[in-house]
């Protein structure tokens, strides 16, 4: 029995000992260029080819890119409240007077701009004015087909109370200096 314990013992200690041999590791590769692939073409949709049915048959033209020329001197009101007036004269492009008063009784003042509170920036494409306090206030003037747009962007310092925030642009027959 005492042979026996040690054949097994023996056997055990031979077995613990024998660890499988491991798996030989690979060897790290060398970097791969990635290969230049082609992307597949994105598939059309059906909206793409298709023309979009309001502009079929219609010859849409770029706007032209030329001087702004306009002199308006009038006063407008819209159904809420908001009363104006502008006089505005721009010759080839170059701002010559400007004054714009927009009242808003409902949403708690008005805004008022004066060309001597800004300097001329820009002439083309569109005529841009900037403040002179640096505030960022600007005012952008664009003909839009018959009628020529005076937008006003970042100017509640010019403005009373929350007008600012209900201020549109005002807009100007070119030909005729009636605005809206």
Known sequence: MKHSFSVVAATLIVAACATPKPAPQPEPEAPVEPEATVAPEPEKSE???RPLKYLANRKIMPQ???????????SFADEVGTRGRLDLQVK??????????????KHGGACRFK???????A????????????????VRMWEQGPKTMV???????????????YLW????????????
């Open 123 to 138: 002439n083309l494409p569109n005529v841009l004015l900037e403040a002179n306090d640096g505030s960022g206030c600007t």
């Open 115 to 121: 060309l001597d509170q800004f300097h001329q920036a």
């Open 151 to 165: 937008a006003f962007n970042t100017c509640p310092g010019f403005c009373d109370g929350q007008a600012f925030d």
């Open 92 to 105: 080839n492009a170059d701002v010559k007077k400007f004054t714009a008063v927009v009242n808003m009784p």
């Open 169 to 180: 642009p005002i807009l100007v027959e070119t030909r005729t200096g009636r605005c809206f």
């Open 47 to 49: 909206m793409e080819t």
């Open 64 to 74: 032209p890119t030329r001087p702004l020329n306009i002199k308006a001197g009038c």
